[in-house]
């Protein structure tokens, strides 16, 4: 590389450049010093001419630029003190015009032409008139912008405004803006034939540079939304069209992107609101290429800001139709540009949303209308798989949730589900658990078969296989999204019984389409969401007696039985067994008796056939006895019947322990402790002996195969079972049958240790004995009961010895 060429050569260039400059200050000062003005206009001119540099780079030129300014301040500084001395400020500014070159006197022209404003012996309208026209001689880019810059600058407190010094016979602000708006499109016009100069290969390199010297043209507009004579009016009529036409003509993407920018940035926020025709008016015409949707999303931001700052200016947006003139534009500037991205015809929407919501947020009909326009662009269009747009229609459809706070609302858009179905599967899962988690959040109630099956449809994507096998899910993500979908089953309710059992009708016809592997997550929460509904029945059953009531609980009870039996496609026996006894106990609260025993039956049913795990059929048998002692809807042969099976279940199991406890448990199905409840003590006694003789047999096994007779923990619950009884008032559990089984534990438990002094090893059976003395020692009716029963000869101090 050429010493003279890239950074290197760029920073000598800059060295020189700025050595030059300050060498002929110098010698300007000394000028300045000694009031030699023609010295003095000599070295200023030739400092200037360093200006005249064309290799460096925008930023490289704005240093040396600044070096210059200042010195031109000190310069200024030096005429005012001229003019001051009696030297004529006309003569001055003819003077600096007879420099020889172009750009030094151009820049001590716009410096004198400063002091000579300021004198007033000329109208201020035109001496600006007649630099800004002079300024037209240099017509390189980077020169000129900096020249026309630096008169911005200086002029920008000599402009004729409102109450200025200026002002009346110097001209009015009408010439204030000319000349700004003159100003303005000369240095638009420089920027953009930036574009046009080099070789191709350095294209983004002036794009680059071009994006440097972006807001030395921007500046103007700034200059112009602070001059306070720019009324409404004038920005309508004059100020907005003249630098609109300026930004459509240029025909360059760039400027026209940055411009509308500034437009929208820099003017009043009324202003954009009683000229929204026109600002939107002219984004059609821009070029295919710039970035319409920044530009449109940034003004609908600051207009629903403005909204939002006080609700005086609402009647303004419905005065000037803004909504209406949105939306039009916008169709017209996505059919004006075909190759607009998807993505970004959508954000246009995205917008335009947002506005509507904070402007118009009673307007469902405008929410809707602005889906409506998205599906519109939308149709014909598989599934949208770019990620920029799937953000965007995520965007749209969470817009309404977020503002609303309520499904229920969005429910009411009929669009709103046709936006969903363009997007692919995995986003429209995200989407329903968005929808599902602001239905949570809001505690939000669905309460109408339609709407429920409205909100399923949105969310289908949770609650039936798609175009992805269940395989390919994480399994703790399906978990998760399955739980929710069971969660937002107990948000849907209804006070009326009948809109109610609709829903459940609603939500089973959609959650039985899930799939085997959904089922086990979704039909319990339906099935705890109908039997909700049976209890309000019960309750309102007894406060008036009718048919409906009954005829509504029968068919629920149909409905749950069917359900359940989904579940064999699972398949999931152990829940669909809990279901079946959880139904059971509800037709017992409900008095009905055949439909209790048809739920037993499935029990039984799936017990026999599908329950093969050992310890899962322990689990379910102990589930079935529970449930069974909890009924009393039914008559003596079906329950004879039910309590035969649950007792010959208990023997038949397949460890002897859980015969034995299952067993003894049974014997609760003979003596309900209620004041209607069964109490046929021998038969209680009976299941008790019958534990005690697998008890005694799983002694026997455990001292076959261990060497030991094992534990005695089997006879110990035993024991209590026999006491809970004796207590309950059961004839035939006698003090001597107490006595017996006492000291067969003793007995076991001293053969199995070949001791007598370890009776209360068993902290179990130890504490067993110590209930029996408190009893004793009560003196009450229950210590009489107590009484006749013998303790061992171990007293019970030495069996708290003996534990610890």
Request: net charge negative.
């Amino acid at each position: 590389m050429r010493p003279d060429s890239g950074a290197e050569g760029e920073e000598k260039w800059l060295a020189e450049g700025i050595a030059g400059l300050q060498h002929n200050a110098f010698f300007m000062h000394r000028a300045l010093d000694s009031n030699n003005l023609r010295d003095a206009l000599k070295y200023a001119a030739q400092m200037l001419s360093e200006l005249r540099a064309s290799r460096l780079s925008p930023h490289k030129y704005y240093e040396l630029y600044m070096r210059a300014f200042d010195e031109l301040r000190k310069l200024e500084t030096f005429f005012k003190e001229e003019t001051k001395r009696g030297c004529s400020v006309i003569d001055l500014y003819e003077l600096v015009q007879h420099s020889g070159n172009i750009l030094p006197r151009l820049y001590l022209l716009c410096t004198v032409g400063s002091i000579y404003i300021k004198s007033k012996e000329a109208p201020a309208k035109d001496i600006l008139k007649d630099i800004v026209e002079m300024c037209r001689g240099v017509q390189h880019p980077v020169r000129g912008l900096f020249l026309r810059n630096y008169l911005c600058q200086i002029s920008r407190d000599k402009l004729l405004d409102i109450g200025s010094d200026y002002e009346g016979d110097g001209g009015s602000v009408i010439e204030a803006v000319e000349f700004v708006l003159q100003n303005f499109t000369e240095m638009n016009k420089l920027w953009v034939r930036m574009h046009y100069q080099g070789p191709v290969w350095e294209k983004e390199k002036r794009v680059k540079e071009r994006s440097e010297l972006r807001d030395l043209v921007g500046k103007n507009l700034h200059v112009l939304s602070q001059i306070d004579g720019v009324d409404l009016d004038m920005y309508k009529e004059n100020v907005l069209p003249r630098v609109l036409e300026q930004v459509v003509n240029c025909k360059d993407e760039l400027a026209q992107h940055y411009l509308m920018d500034c437009i929208i940035q820099v003017f009043p926020d009324e202003y954009h609101l009683q000229t929204l025709e026109s600002l939107l008016g002219a984004c059609p015409q821009l070029q295919p290429t710039v970035d319409v949707m920044t530009v449109l999303s940034q003004l609908m931001d600051r207009l629903s800001n403005y909204a939002a700052s006080s609700t005086e200016v609402l009647p303004e947006f419905l005065q000037v139709e803004a909504f209406a003139k949105l939306s039009i534009y916008i169709g017209k500037v996505i059919d004006s540009q075909p190759e607009m991205p998807i993505f970004g015809a959508i954000g246009l929407y995205v917008s335009l949303l947002t506005f509507t919501l904070h402007v118009h947020p009673d307007r469902l009909d405008y929410v809707d209308q602005v889906l409506g326009e998205c599906v519109k662009k939308l149709s014909g269009k598989s599934k949208i798989e770019d990620s920029k747009a799937i953000k965007q229609i995520v965007a749209l459809l969470s817009a309404p949730l977020e503002k609303y706070n309520d499904i229920d609302t969005a429910l009411k858009l009929s669009n709103y589900s046709s936006v969903m179905e363009h997007l692919d599967n995995a986003t429209k899962k995200i989407m329903a658990v968005v929808i599902i988690q602001s239905i949570m959040k809001n505690k939000t109630r669905i309460s109408t078969a339609d709407k429920v099956e409205a909100l399923f449809e949105l969310i289908k994507g949770l609650i039936k296989d798609m175009d992805v096998t269940l395989d390919e899910l994480d399994e703790e993500d399906f978990k998760e999204e399955q739980n929710s979908v069971a969660r937002l089953i107990h948000m849907l309710y209804n006070d009326d019984p009948g809109e109610m059992l609709e829903i459940i009708c609603t939500v089973r016809k959609h959650i039985l389409l899930g799939g085997p592997k959904r089922l086990a997550f979704t039909i319990p929460a339906l099935i705890f969401s109908a039997l909700k509904l049976l209890r309000r029945l019960q309750v309102q059953d007894r406060d008036m007696d009718g048919d409906d009531t009954r005829s509504t609980t029968k068919k629920i009870f149909q409905i749950l039985n069917q359900t359940i039996e989904a579940l064999s496609a699972v398949p999931s026996p152990e829940l669909a067994l809990r279901l079946y006894l959880q139904c059971a106990e509800a037709a017992n609260d409900c008095d009905l008796e055949p439909v209790a025993y048809e739920f037993f039956t499935q029990a039984f049913i799936l017990y026999e056939e599908e329950v093969a795990d050992s310890k899962a059929q322990v689990t379910a048998l102990h589930l079935i006895i529970g449930t069974l002692q909890r009924m009393n809807v039914f008559g003596v042969e079906n329950r004879d019947t039910l309590t035969h099976k649950a007792t010959g279940y208990s023997a038949k199991l397949l460890k002897k322990p859980d015969q034995c406890s299952a067993v003894y448990s049974c014997s609760h199905l003979f003596w309900v402790d209620d004041q209607d409840g069964i109490k046929d003590g021998e038969r209680a006694l009976l299941c008790l002996k019958r534990a005690l003789k697998i008890a005694n047999t799983a002694q026997q096994m455990a001292n076959v195969t261990k060497g030991s007779s094992g534990p005695v923990t089997l006879f110990v619950e035993i024991l209590n079972k026999y006491l809970y009884f004796f207590e309950k008032g059961n004839l035939q559990i006698t003090c001597s049958a107490i006595d017996d089984l006492i000291e067969l534990i003793m007995t076991e438990m001293q053969s199995d240790n070949n001791s007598t002094s370890v009776p209360s090893a068993d902290p179990f059976f130890s504490s067993t004995l110590r209930y029996i003395q408190f009893q004793k020692q009560k003196g009450d009716s229950f210590g009489e009961k107590y009484e006749p029963i013998k303790l061992p000869r171990f007293t019970l101090e030495k069996c708290i010895l003996f534990m610890f």
